[in-house]
């Protein structure tokens, strides 16, 4: 009896692949059959239509050829926004009424900033640290760490106006979080704070971020950002953002909400 369950299982198994076999075959021939059908026939033309752009259209995908090639060869719009070079601007003091009421604790942590950039403009980078230094308490700030990317022609001591002021160099590309970490894995205080290479901060930007994670260390605050215009068509003007809250919707993606009477 066991001889004979041992061939009827052989059999059946040569069965279901022979079956596979014939399937596998008829989906090749159909495919074949359908590929010499579609040669033969003559393409539409509304596939190949070619868009022709008008004199407006061209100069639009031409500036969008300069915005990829990055800041470091298209910013001379966010440059001139400065009266001189490497010296930060009066900008509008954009906090929200109820917010410049806020009283913080005395003895706030200590910030760490980790700045990566790649392909950035140094005349940027350098506007960048001109605010937080100007704009940070400096018993607040405790480094500023500039993360560079793997950028050839960087050069250290053009960017360090100030002796809390540290760079690392990455020997090859990482990428922007790889880049972060690298920053946030030589910190010597507390907190660590996550700022562009581009950015320019505001008055009292830093006290209401160390106040959130003084009043509960897991949190992980979140600043507003105002606009800065960056295509020089209106100057370069501070646009303030309204005051909203953040969160995340169904999809974990980010969004925010407008608060029009937020109590803080």
Not at 3 to 25: D, E, K
Not at 56 to 79: P, Q, Y
Not at 191 to 219: M, R
Request: charge should be negative; aromatic fraction near 6%.
């Amino acid at each position: 009896v066991s001889t004979q369950s041992t061939g009827a299982s052989s059999i059946q198994t040569m069965n279901s692949r022979f079956v596979v076999l014939i399937i596998i075959a008829q989906s090749l021939v159909i495919f074949l059959l359908f590929s010499t059908y579609r040669s033969k026939q003559t393409p539409k033309e509304t596939l190949v239509t070619r868009v022709q752009l008008n004199p407006l259209d061209e100069e639009v995908v031409e500036e969008l050829k300069l915005r990829d090639l990055g800041f470091v060869k298209n910013s001379e719009n966010l440059i001139r926004l400065y009266q001189s070079k490497f010296k930060t601007r009066d900008i509008p003091d954009t906090r929200d009424p109820q917010c410049k009421k806020q009283v913080f604790n005395s003895n706030l942590p200590k910030a760490s900033i980790v700045i990566p950039f790649h392909s950035e403009s140094k005349d940027l980078l350098v506007v960048t640290l001109k605010t937080i230094l100007e704009r940070t308490p400096p018993h607040l700030l405790q480094e500023i760490i500039l993360v560079d990317d793997l950028n050839p022609e960087f050069v250290d001591s053009e960017v360090l106006i100030d002796p809390k002021i540290r760079v690392i160099h990455n020997e090859k590309r990482e990428g922007l979080i790889r880049a972060k970490i690298f920053g946030a894995d030589i910190v010597t205080a507390p907190v660590i704070v996550f700022l562009e290479a581009h950015c320019e901060v505001n008055q009292q930007w830093l006290e209401p971020l160390l106040q959130v994670v003084s009043d509960d260390y897991k949190a992980v605050p979140i600043p507003i950002l105002d606009i800065i215009d960056d295509t020089g068509k209106i100057g370069g003007e501070y646009q303030e953002a309204p005051l909203n809250r953040g969160g995340f919707d169904a999809n974990m993606g980010r969004s925010r909400c407008v608060m029009e009477d937020l109590a803080v």
